[in-house]
């Protein structure tokens, strides 16, 4: 009988430091996906999906995660919109950051915040004219591919145009 209890409790014991040893793992790998660059809380999910990690495992580290701040929806896109804020528009912003998993309503609202953006427009046909002619057709769909709206593109390309071509 005593043979067959301490048996139980070591293999309890041996699934908790399993568990424990797991959760290890998973962080480690996490911290290391991390360290590339600042991910989403569903790209961490995914990542450690991918990697056969439990979702118990993956629940704990995320939980670790964010307890070290290493990992915050809130912050990831406050942080993709001030680097990515002066180069890309609001449309393809929000496009980058829903596929990347971010909440909808972080995103609206970081967006929101970042007001204007026709200096940004202005400064991504600057970089696009020192190595192209000018077409306006050509622009506004480099501008549009960056995700700027219409407004703000229809003004800069009307800003740059030579020859009194017409949008």
Do not use: P
Request: aromatic share 8%; net charge neutral; glycine share 8%.
């Amino acid at each position: 009988k005593e043979i067959l209890r301490r048996a139980e409790i070591d293999e309890k014991a041996v699934l908790a430091l399993t568990e424990e040893s797991e959760c290890e793992r998973a962080f480690k790998r996490a911290v290391g996906y991390i360290a590339r660059r600042m991910r989403t809380e569903a790209e961490i999910k995914n990542y450690l999906s991918a990697k056969n990690f439990s979702e118990t495992v993956i629940e704990k580290t995320e939980t670790k995660l964010k307890e070290y701040g290493y990992l915050g929806d809130e912050e990831f896109v406050r942080s993709y919109v001030s680097v990515y804020g002066d180069r890309r528009g609001k449309k393809r912003m929000k496009s980058d950051l829903e596929r990347m998993g971010a909440d909808e309503k972080t995103v609206e609202r970081a967006l929101g915040e970042l007001g204007d953006q026709r200096e940004a427009a202005r400064t991504v046909a600057e970089k696009y004219l020192r190595t192209h002619t000018y077409d306006y057709r050509k622009l506004s769909a480099h501008l549009a591919s960056k995700g700027f709206e219409w407004e703000d593109i229809a003004a800069v390309v009307r800003e740059f145009g030579k020859g009194g071509e017409e949008l």
